[in-house]
């Protein structure tokens, strides 16, 4: 008798399977603007949520150590210099191709055989070189805008604190859409602020899982219909959103890093 997975297997499933729908089409994008470190590394996310959601699928089963390695692969796999490590690759699909074969090979025949079917072609990096050390290091350049992680994240708290003041000054002024923009834009900065230090705490120092773990937020907020008249109910809509992007342990700690109104 096959028992049916319960609620919290079926939501982490159609999670998986909603996050590499949004990595895998803004992998597209980027290759489609020739930004192949992001777009490789957002190809790469989308191959670890497929891999997740196997690997979900399977232990729903049976819980065999075959699966056990599948998901400490997919929680471990964007560490620094991932995407520069891959022996002189060629194209940029190369280094998503090697890092598939990594993964794969440390899985059962079953799973691997899923995994296959699972992942979708690549025919959108063929033509873009493969991402260098050179181009992670501007990366991280860029993203820091030339500080460094400490400095960011400090500055990005401190910007937070000082519009979540401004929307509170506005509210009480009756301002709500200048409440709640301010609001947005200090829990935007928020949310930088914590990726990059949850990124560096996990090892994570070209911040490369910062890359897939923005886009998943970002995205979740322009697939709201729309806001709420008042501030509270609409600010709590976009925290919602936000931390519900990141998965149920990284969003309650991404809650809890969310200033009062």
Do not use: N
Request: aromatic content about 4%; proline content about 5%.
């Amino acid at each position: 008798m096959t028992m049916a997975p319960s609620p919290g297997v079926s939501a982490s499933l159609d999670r998986f399977l909603r996050d590499a729908e949004v990595l895998s089409v803004a992998a597209r994008e980027r290759a489609a603007e020739k930004d192949a470190l992001s777009a490789v590394v957002l190809a790469w996310g989308a191959d670890l949520a497929l891999a997740k959601a196997v690997a979900w699928e399977d232990e729903s089963a049976s819980a065999t150590p075959s699966v056990r390695t599948l998901l400490r692969w997919a929680d471990a796999a964007l560490r620094p210099g991932a995407a520069a490590d891959i022996a002189s690759p060629v194209r940029a699909s190369d280094v998503v191709l090697e890092a598939r074969r990594s993964l794969r090979d440390g899985c059962t025949p079953a799973v691997q055989r899923a995994l296959t079917a699972a992942w979708p072609d690549l025919d959108a990096l063929d033509g873009l070189p493969a991402p260098t050390s050179l181009d992670v290091e501007r990366a991280v350049r860029a993203r820091l805008g030339g500080d460094s992680p400490a400095a960011y994240v400090s500055a990005r708290r401190s910007a937070a604190r000082a519009l979540l003041l401004t929307a509170r000054e506005r509210r009480v002024a009756a301002d709500t859409s200048g409440a709640i923009e301010a609001a947005y834009q200090a829990d935007l900065g928020t949310v930088e602020a914590y990726l990059v230090e949850s990124a560096r705490a996990a090892g994570d120092e070209h911040l490369l899982s910062v890359i897939t773990r923005w886009e998943l937020v970002t995205r979740a907020i322009a697939a709201l219909s729309g806001l709420p008249a008042s501030v509270i109910p609409a600010v709590t809509l976009l925290r919602d959103a936000m931390s519900a992007a990141l998965g149920p342990a990284d969003g309650e700690r991404l809650r809890r890093e969310f200033g009062d109104l």
